[in-house]
Structures are given as C-alpha cells and as structure tokens.
C-alpha cells in the first residue's frame, strides 16, 4: 500500500526547521499542497525552496500562531494557493524551561501563548473551513511526553502540552458529527530542543553531523525529526479514517498508543468522610497512588 495525498492540502505551523520542517516535507512528497509557517522568514522559506526543489508543492506564511487573525490568515492562504484545506497540523510552540520560583510572567505567557492559544485559534479556524467544504478534514495536534509525565523546570511547556491533550478529547467529540478527526502525536526527536537535555546534547550534534542514532536510543523511541514524520501522513491520510481522540508516541524504532486518565482506584464510605476519618483510611489508599515523578 502506498499512502498518497496528491489532493490533499496541508497547513503545518512552526514548519521552518526541526520536527514541523520534516511533517512538511513528508507531507509534500506524499503530494500535498503545504503552507509552511513559521516565525523566521528564512526558515519558512528555505523549507518552501526544498519543497518545490523536490517536485512538490509548497508556500510561506510568516506570523506568530496564537491569534485569530493570524490562524484565519494560515487559512486564507491554503485555500488561495491550492483552493482548499484538507489538514492542520499545529506543531509551533516555544520553549522557556524555568522552575517554578524563577519563571517569570512573560515567560509563562509566551509559552502558553504559542501552544495552547496557538493550537486553539488555528484548531477554530481549520474546523471553521471543514465545515464550509462539508464536511471532513484532519486535526493533527503536537502533545510531549512533558506533558504527559511532567518535567523538572517544564511548569509552562508541560501544561501547556497537557492541555494540547485535553483539546484533542474535547474537540475529537465535538467534530465527529462534521467527519473531522482530531488526533494528537507526541513525537521523541533529537532536535534543537533536545539538544538542552544534558545527556542528549553530545548526541544531537553527532546525529546533525551525520552519524546515526544509536540503536539503544531509537529503541527508546528516539530518532531523527524524519523518523516522526510518517505519522504526520498516514493520519492526514484516507487510510486513517475513523481514527479519532486519540494520542500516538511515535519516534526511533518505537510506536505507543497513551492511555486514557482513569481512576486507578476507587472505594466508598456512607455518608462520607470526616477529616479524621481520611487520616485513619488514607494509609491503606497509599498502595494505590501513582509515582510523579518524571520519566
């Protein structure tokens, strides 16, 4: 089976370089019409120039994601150059790791900014046009493992990332009935960003430099930005249809499905608990609490 979307039409935000560079890319070669977006109009347009230099199909829109106007600007353009939309890919985001005592205001709003307003906004106005066009179409939203474990200095980014999730069991319900999946990747990369991680930092620049991922790492679902890519595709693709709600790891030589929150444990007392009530049961619960630590 050879999954294509020659008429398909994608919008991919922070596309200029890293993990959204390469779901553009992938998303062209497989033959969909792409609006590369991205902050930095070098970037952007140097992802369009090895789109085209490739035979596909592809433009710029340089703007900051996290605005109305802007995810309507994202639309307008996709649907000037190639006459439709057909998938939304909300990658763009910032990254500002601070504990929870030195982050500062305007730290924490950029992130949440370009994350969950940016999700958000670009979400509205791709489902907007589904509906215009009657129907269909592909949300593909960007979680992280930050967002799903926590991370030591992440309080913006991880919960930012988790509500990315949450927007995906949200919206996979309220679109169903306009035949629009919602889905979200939470893609492991050695990237820029992974670069910060210390005991990744040597190994990014080997990978950049050429050398392969070492297998005990791509077994950990650690790879190249191109490794995540294929998810990109198949979810944009026909061949994913009717896959909804639903949250994939993807990187390396490793595929998950992430579970659902669920109650790990339940119990009942009539009438309720007193506080010192709580105080003499809460050591028999302790068995059930779940670790917080991070991953």
């Not at 309080?155 to 919602?182: D, F, H, N, P, Q």
């Not at 994913?240 to 109650?263: C, L, M, N, R």
């Amino acid at each position: 089976m050879t999954v294509r979307l020659d008429d398909k039409v994608a919008i991919v935000t922070g596309s200029g370089r890293g993990l959204g560079r390469a779901y553009a890319e992938a998303l062209a070669a497989a033959g969909a019409g792409v609006v590369v977006n991205d902050i930095d109009k070098d970037a952007a347009d140097e992802t369009v120039a090895a789109i085209t230099g490739a035979g596909g199909r592809a433009v710029a829109e340089v703007c900051a994601v996290g605005t109305a106007e802007s995810a309507d600007a994202l639309v307008r353009r996709a649907v000037a150059e190639f006459g439709r939309l057909d998938v939304m890919c909300t990658n763009a985001g910032a990254l500002r790791d601070r504990t929870l005592g030195k982050v500062t205001d305007a730290e924490f709003d950029l992130v949440v900014d370009s994350h969950v307003r940016g999700t958000f906004t670009c979400g509205r106005a791709a489902a907007a046009r589904f509906r215009e066009q009657g129907g269909g179409g592909r949300l593909i939203l960007v979680g992280s493992p930050a967002g799903q474990y926590g991370g030591f200095g992440q309080t913006a980014y991880a919960a930012s990332k988790a509500a990315i999730i949450a927007m995906v069991r949200v919206w996979s319900i309220e679109l169903a009935k306009a035949g629009v999946t919602v889905n979200a990747i939470v893609p492991i990369a050695l990237t820029r960003m992974a670069a910060t991680i210390p005991n990744l930092t040597e190994v990014v620049a080997q990978v950049e430099a050429g050398a392969p991922v070492p297998p005990e790492l791509r077994r950990k679902g650690i790879g190249t930005v191109q490794d995540v890519a294929p998810l990109v595709v198949y979810l944009s693709s026909a061949e994913s249809a009717g896959i909804t709600g639903q949250y994939f790891g993807f990187g390396g030589d490793k595929f998950a499905v992430w579970g659902h929150p669920k109650e790990e444990f339940t119990t009942y007392r009539e009438g309720g608990w007193t506080a010192d009530q709580l105080a003499a049961d809460f050591a028999g619960f302790a068995e059930h609490f779940q670790s917080h630590q991070a991953r």
